[in-house]
T-cell receptor, first 111, second 115 residues
């Protein structure tokens, strides 16, 4: 799987949009971009994934650049409960569906 | 939908004993389940991939005789830590991949403490 680069940490203001960047410059054409988050002492929670097009669900929006070398996860209105480690992962559908977790971004939402 | 459970949520055992952890997909069938381990302040590390009805595939450096994995049905996989030692103390997390899904859903994790 392609490696990803994320900032180690970032702070966000409660009620504001949180924009979490991820670089995946070596992504291949058949690799998806997945986002998970892990709240302290819990298992990771699936957020969203995409291949080429931007995606939106009830939790977040995923913006993928045209060259697919980077993406941004957007939490539209951050709440204190969104404080977590956010992982950006690229995964090839054929690679046994394995997920390789990097360091992620530790997001702290402040009142 | 897509709920994965683990049991127990936490376990304390004596060194040398074996511990079994169950992972269940509650509302979907999972042809493939994964087992991860997470040490404090570190990221998740994949231990093995478990396919229903076949032998598990272990990642490099993971001892298959120490971490026994059984995936006997489409909704249950078990991880047995044999002859546990204090260095096996960790947070063990499973995930399940549905038969028609592309997404892994994770369980809540099991915290193991070996004394």
């Amino acid at each position: 799987d392609a490696k990803t680069t994320q900032p180690p940490s970032m702070d966000c203001a409660e009620g504001r949009a949180a924009n979490l960047p991820c670089n995946h410059s070596t992504i291949s054409g058949n690799e998806y971009v997945y986002w998970y988050r892990q709240i302290h002492s819990q298992g990771p929670q699936y957020i969203i994934h995409g291949l080429k097009n931007n995606e939106t669900n009830e939790m977040a929006s995923l913006i993928i650049t045209e060259d697919r070398k980077s993406s941004t996860l957007i939490l539209p209105h951050a709440t204190l409960r969104d404080t977590a480690v956010y992982y950006c992962i690229v995964r090839a559908k054929a690679a046994g569906n394995k997920l390789t977790f990097g360091g992620g971004t530790r997001v702290l939402v402040k009142p | 939908g897509a709920v994965v459970s683990q049991h127990p949520s936490r376990v304390i055992c004596k060194s040398g004993t074996s511990v079994k952890i169950e992972c269940r997909s509650l509302d979907f069938q999972a042809t493939t389940m994964f087992w991860y381990r997470q040490f404090p302040k570190q990221s998740l590390m994949l231990m093995a991939t478990s396919n229903e009805g076949s032998k598990a595939t272990y990642e490099q450096g993971v001892e298959k005789d120490k971490f026994l994995i059984n995936h006997a049905s489409l909704t249950l996989s078990t991880l047995t830590v044999t002859s546990a030692h204090p260095e096996d103390s960790s947070f063990y997390i499973c995930s399940a991949l549905g038969t028609i899904q592309e997404t892994q859903y994770f369980g809540p994790g099991t915290r193991l403490l070996v004394l």
